[in-house]
């Protein structure tokens, strides 16, 4: 009886452990969801210096397209190409997250704008690789990076991202654009491009 018992307990255990995981991770692509990705960021701006976090926001360019003309089964393999990539130039403390649909977010710990877009230039040539295995069209992202002020909340800091972003789409897509100043006078870069063929 204690050793049904026990495997009673130890299975419960790791059904709690699987729910748990199903709870926090996007089923599709293997990351955080938006719910988890915000609690672990928030932890993290919690515990890490002031301004030494940067925050990514990318998406892929023209993604309604492929759901259109590939079909849907097609837009969920560059997804998982998409987030495969990311995962694949993480460090352990890094959080990444999908956002919705194909937007996703990732948070460099203890790093700079610069690192950050070094970072971008990694996962989109992990892109340009997976895509031949995946044999998918030549997918392009658009990055709008900015660096976490001190004290700043995440939603503020991904309204600043997404404007980034949304300028980088603006300036051409397949790039990323970074952001400094605040939400109501953004200061943004020069779109900077990322080794992919032309969106």
């Known amino acids: 009886l204690a050793m049904v018992g026990q495997r009673t307990e130890q299975q419960l255990r790791e059904s709690r452990q699987r729910l748990r995981t199903l709870a926090n991770l996007d089923a599709l692509t293997q990351v955080p969801n938006r719910r988890h990705f915000h609690e672990r960021v928030a932890h993290a701006l919690r515990h890490d210096p002031p301004g030494s976090t940067v925050l990514l926001m990318f998406d892929l360019d023209h993604f309604k397209g492929i759901n259109d003309s590939l079909g849907h089964a097609a837009g969920d393999r560059a997804l998982t190409v ?8 993480l460090r352990a403390e890094d959080v990444p997250g999908r956002l919705g649909g194909d937007e996703f977010a990732l948070l460099l710990r203890g790093a700079s704008v610069a690192a950050a877009i070094t970072v971008a230039e990694r996962i989109v040539q992990a892109v340009q690789r997976r895509t031949v295995e995946q044999q998918l069209p030549r997918l392009t992202l ?17 309204r600043r991202a997404d404007q980034a972003l949304f300028e980088a789409k603006r300036q051409g ?3 990323a654009v970074s952001a400094e100043g605040d939400e109501a006078h953004p200061v943004f870069s020069e779109s900077q491009r990322l080794g992919l063929a032309p969106a």
């Open 142 to 158: 658009s990055f709008g990076v900015v660096q976490v002020l001190a004290h700043e909340r995440l939603d503020e800091a991904l």
């Open 173 to 175: 897509r397949n790039c």
């Open 82 to 89: 998409v987030s495969g990539s990311m995962l694949e130039h």
